[in-house]
């Protein structure tokens, strides 16, 4: 598998923009495979990816939680602050 890692210029659109329901559906098909028919072979890799993957959406996560909190979005739902909206979202 071959990985496009793109760069992006600050300045134009973001690909974080909005709901991205379609990679939250791979990630539901995901959750139904068979995990008890994975090799060794197989299993280590993929444990080693999925820390990664972890790793990068929570490094993501508290950049969009940095940038939620220059534009105030705490304030703007009604909150005391980000902290507080963040901690209170629904899940």
């Known amino acids: 598998m071959t990985h ?3 760069r992006l210029d600050p300045r134009s659109a973001t690909p974080c923009r909005g709901p ?4 939250l559906r791979d990630l539901d098909d995901l959750a ?4 008890w028919s994975m090799t060794p072979q197989e299993t280590a890799p993929t444990l080693l990816a999925l820390t990664r993957l972890k790793a990068r959406i929570a490094a993501l996560e508290l950049g969009v939680v940095a940038h939620a909190d220059t534009v105030e979005v705490g304030v703007a739902s009604g909150a005391t602050s ?9 899940r």
């Open 20 to 23: 991205r329901g379609v990679h």
């Open 32 to 35: 139904d495979v068979a995990l």
């Open 4 to 6: 496009v890692r793109r």
């Open 82 to 90: 980000t902290a507080n909206r963040w901690a209170t979202r629904p």
